[in-house]
């Protein structure tokens, strides 16, 4: 009798286990079923932004639905962060997101979700080298001259970011600390808006994405005196490093990734980095970003993760160095 009833319950066990597996490979199958919203947490002409609007046509046609980029700058990105995370975990509302967001949890007190627990990674979609800009008015042709203007009047000299704890800021502090130079930062809330300060010299220098300021820099606008990337960038083959510029350890990789709820299936979460991997590897998409500069990133889902726990730790001891805080 014990025997015929654990046979029942194995039986049992294992239905509704394979009705567990088939109900998230319709769950799978079915995605999307309706227009996917894709959160930008900051503002269009952003690398962020650029780097998701290359790939969404793409996607859009591969998925069947359209991918909608909404923009929801402010806070560092912790605004559109925090939508996306209170969001229905079903595969219609992504984040893609930046390098800052593993930045945030050091720099702001109270962030309204939890960086680790509330998100799942899907797939980097690129890594974005920086550039070191500055207008030409500026006089100074080359890092040498910039930090010596530096040393020469310790603190006067100011330097824009993206928001508090963007890639942006974090590339120009670890510059900074590694030149060992001082000076004022002067946060925007977009690189747009930091790159017009900067081509006006009301800012003295930025660590532009190469997507946002390569038609600046080409049309003269701007000087690229380094890239802040640990190698030069495919189209400023020209333009050291900081670190072949002689600041050694300046080097920082500024990625841009697709996130979503932690709660979203997993068969979807693969499905979404399958259809992200094989709109990025199109020719199209590959050739419109190799012409920003953009690197491929390629992970898995766990990878990603992993690796946004490990960036999470490394982050701190910058942000620690540097005392940065939210705004």
Same mark, same amino acid.
């Given at each position: 009798m014990k025997a015929k009833v654990v046979r029942i319950a194995v039986v049992v066990t294992v239905a509704i286990a394979a009705g567990v597996i088939a109900a998230g490979n319709v769950a799978a199958q079915a995605w999307p079923t309706k227009a996917v919203r894709a959160i930008v947490p900051f503002t269009p002409g952003s690398g962020t932004d650029i780097a998701?609007?290359?790939?969404?046509?793409?996607?859009?046609?591969?998925? +069947?639905?359209?991918?909608?980029?909404?923009?929801?700058?402010?806070a560092g990105g912790t605004i559109g962060a925090a939508l996306v995370a209170k969001s229905d975990p079903d595969g219609h509302m992504l984040l893609i997101h930046s390098s800052a967001h593993t930045v945030n949890p050091w720099i702001y007190s109270s962030l309204p979700y939890d960086t680790l627990r509330d998100f799942s990674g899907v797939t980097p979609i690129v890594s974005l080298p920086n550039v070191l800009v500055i207008a030409p008015s500026k006089g100074m042709r080359s890092v040498r001259d910039l930090i010596a203007a530096a040393k020469a009047k310790p603190g006067e000299i100011n330097y824009a970011s993206a928001g508090a704890g963007s890639a942006t800021h974090l590339n120009a502090e670890k510059f900074r600390i590694q030149a060992g130079i001082e000076g004022t930062h002067i946060p925007f809330k977009g690189s747009p808006e930091a790159i017009t300060e900067v081509v006006t010299g009301r800012v003295d220098y930025f660590f532009s994405?190469?997507?946002? +300021?390569?038609s600046q820099i080409r049309d003269g606008r701007l000087l690229a005196l380094a890239v802040g990337s640990a190698k030069r960038s495919s189209v400023l083959p020209d333009v050291p490093t900081t670190v072949e510029a002689g600041v050694p350890a300046s080097d920082y990789n500024f990625w841009v990734g697709v996130l979503v709820p932690s709660r979203t299936p997993r068969d979807i979460i693969s499905r979404m980095n399958g259809e992200i991997s094989k709109a990025l590897a199109s020719p199209d998409v590959r050739e419109r970003l190799a012409k920003l500069g953009a690197e491929p990133m390629p992970m898995s889902p766990e990878q990603f993760d992993a690796y946004i726990r490990d960036e999470i730790v490394v982050n701190e001891k910058i942000i620690k160095a540097a005392g940065i805080k939210g705004n």
């Amino acid at each position: 009798m014990k025997a015929k009833v654990v046979r029942i319950a194995v039986v049992v066990t294992v239905a509704i286990a394979a009705g567990v597996i088939a109900a998230g490979n319709v769950a799978a199958q079915a995605w999307p079923t309706k227009a996917v919203r894709a959160i930008v947490p900051f503002t269009p002409g952003s690398g962020t932004d650029i780097a998701a609007r290359s790939m969404s046509e793409r996607l859009s046609a591969q998925i +069947g639905q359209q991918v909608i980029i909404e923009n929801r700058p402010g806070a560092g990105g912790t605004i559109g962060a925090a939508l996306v995370a209170k969001s229905d975990p079903d595969g219609h509302m992504l984040l893609i997101h930046s390098s800052a967001h593993t930045v945030n949890p050091w720099i702001y007190s109270s962030l309204p979700y939890d960086t680790l627990r509330d998100f799942s990674g899907v797939t980097p979609i690129v890594s974005l080298p920086n550039v070191l800009v500055i207008a030409p008015s500026k006089g100074m042709r080359s890092v040498r001259d910039l930090i010596a203007a530096a040393k020469a009047k310790p603190g006067e000299i100011n330097y824009a970011s993206a928001g508090a704890g963007s890639a942006t800021h974090l590339n120009a502090e670890k510059f900074r600390i590694q030149a060992g130079i001082e000076g004022t930062h002067i946060p925007f809330k977009g690189s747009p808006e930091a790159i017009t300060e900067v081509v006006t010299g009301r800012v003295d220098y930025f660590f532009s994405p190469v997507v946002s +300021g390569l038609s600046q820099i080409r049309d003269g606008r701007l000087l690229a005196l380094a890239v802040g990337s640990a190698k030069r960038s495919s189209v400023l083959p020209d333009v050291p490093t900081t670190v072949e510029a002689g600041v050694p350890a300046s080097d920082y990789n500024f990625w841009v990734g697709v996130l979503v709820p932690s709660r979203t299936p997993r068969d979807i979460i693969s499905r979404m980095n399958g259809e992200i991997s094989k709109a990025l590897a199109s020719p199209d998409v590959r050739e419109r970003l190799a012409k920003l500069g953009a690197e491929p990133m390629p992970m898995s889902p766990e990878q990603f993760d992993a690796y946004i726990r490990d960036e999470i730790v490394v982050n701190e001891k910058i942000i620690k160095a540097a005392g940065i805080k939210g705004n």
